[in-house]
């Protein structure tokens, strides 16, 4: 049985490998409180994530992370893969905002996790245990969620570079800084080719584009932040900055940021989005190795991420046709994982493990957190019905 939310993720954590029942959860999409004194929502699996903001929005409030596929994915969904978002720099993943669980276990018990406090010190924390557990350990029936004051005042610039060490120095400084910028993204020049050539936007001749958000509850908040931002970018050597002065200039600076995935889709019939994450200082080196990659196999890869929190996200375009262009990504995909985790990195920080990257877990983590995270999976479901062969995990059934 696997258990299914909109089916936007990508790391085919839903992707049945033995047949099987697959649970539709979009039905279950009620929101059944809003508690902003306590500051807590508490909602069905299926609710997708725009709906709950909009229910949030006449109160002034928001849950932080923010998916790129906001529009159409589930709560359950990204609590199952603990989704990030743009924000994740300022405002964290989905595990940070989820305060208690109701959860049906493969033996058909319920389980109730956590609280509905904003803290507690009370026993070991089942509820982390199953965020990010992609179903692989109970269904997921109800969520509790922690909510926050929307800030009310942004400030938007652009910048670019005429190396990408430089680029991958200012977002590294950027964090060393006295701030936290609500969002820090970084493209590269084939992501730079790709708006210029097929999104239709003038944007001059660079190496690599930042784009940074700042944010608070007052303009003066949000303006000293910005002027902490724009120092460190030019003692990185930006060759040209520039700063939103109203909403629609900043919306102006962020549509190539929005539209780069559909520009990129023109250029091959088939791409892989890769999700892998460092400490932000290692950001330089990460975007340096990733473009060697790319050089070294001879394939086109759009490179941009999150840098704010060191997730990057290589895009590598190809025809699936190509038999030969098919084997030097996967030796690709290999050598990406490989930097990563050289760099003290992570294999995914917001799409999860499912499928496609089980096979590197051991890059990441020992056999000893192997062996135990397959021993929780033997214990809470020992019949493996509940989403079988995901991240890598084994059990006795299989």
Not at 87 to 100: E, I, W
Not at 151 to 177: E, R, W
Not at 182 to 199: D, F, T
Not at 330 to 357: D, M, P, R
Request: glycine fraction near 10%; charged fraction near 20%.
């Amino acid at each position: 049985m696997i258990p299914r939310g909109a089916g936007t993720g990508l790391a085919g954590a839903v992707v049945p490998i033995h047949g099987g029942l697959i649970l539709d959860m979009c039905r279950m999409n009620k929101i059944l409180d809003i508690r902003i004194a306590d500051r807590l929502v508490r909602v069905q699996p299926g609710v997708v994530y725009d709906d709950l903001q909009n229910a949030l929005a006449p109160s002034g409030f928001c849950f932080p992370p923010d998916p790129a596929s906001g529009s159409v994915c589930t709560l359950g969904g990204n609590v199952a893969t603990n989704a990030g978002g743009i924000r994740g720099a300022k405002y964290g993943v989905t595990r940070d905002y989820v305060l208690s669980l109701v959860i049906v276990l493969p033996n058909g018990r319920i389980l109730r996790t956590g609280t509905d406090c904003m803290k507690s010190s009370s026993g070991l924390d089942l509820t982390r245990l199953f965020v990010g557990s992609e179903g692989t350990l109970g269904v997921i029936t109800e969520i509790t969620l922690k909510i926050i004051p929307k800030p009310i005042a942004s400030k938007t610039c652009q910048a670019f570079f005429a190396d990408l060490q430089d680029a991958g120095q200012a977002v590294s400084d950027i964090m060393h800084s006295r701030i936290v910028p609500s969002v820090l993204e970084v493209l590269e020049e084939n992501a730079i080719l790709i708006l210029r050539n097929h999104g239709g936007m003038k944007l001059p001749d660079a190496r690599a584009m930042i784009l940074v958000e700042t944010d608070g509850y007052t303009k003066e908040e949000a303006d000293f932040q910005m002027t902490e931002v724009i120092n460190v970018l030019k003692k990185n050597r930006a060759t040209r900055i520039q700063v939103a002065k109203s909403p629609r200039e900043a919306e102006d600076l962020w549509r190539g940021r929005k539209a780069l995935s559909s520009a990129a889709a023109r250029l091959r019939p088939n791409n892989i989005s890769e999700d892998v994450t460092v400490p932000i200082s290692k950001v330089p080196d990460l975007l340096a190795g990733i473009s060697r990659i790319a050089r070294k196999h001879g394939l086109l890869f759009v490179i941009f991420g999150h840098a704010g929190d060191g997730n990057l996200h290589p895009k590598i375009m190809y025809d699936r046709n190509n038999p030969q262009q098919v084997q030097k990504i996967s030796a690709a995909v290999g050598e990406i994982f490989h930097l990563t985790c050289n760099l003290g990195g992570t294999l995914t920080g917001e799409h999860g493990i499912g499928l496609a990257k089980a096979p590197f877990m051991l890059l990441e983590h020992s056999q000893t957190s192997l062996d135990l995270m397959s021993a929780i999976k033997n214990l809470v479901d020992p019949n493996n019905i509940l989403n079988p062969g995901k991240m890598g995990l084994r059990t006795g059934a299989q």
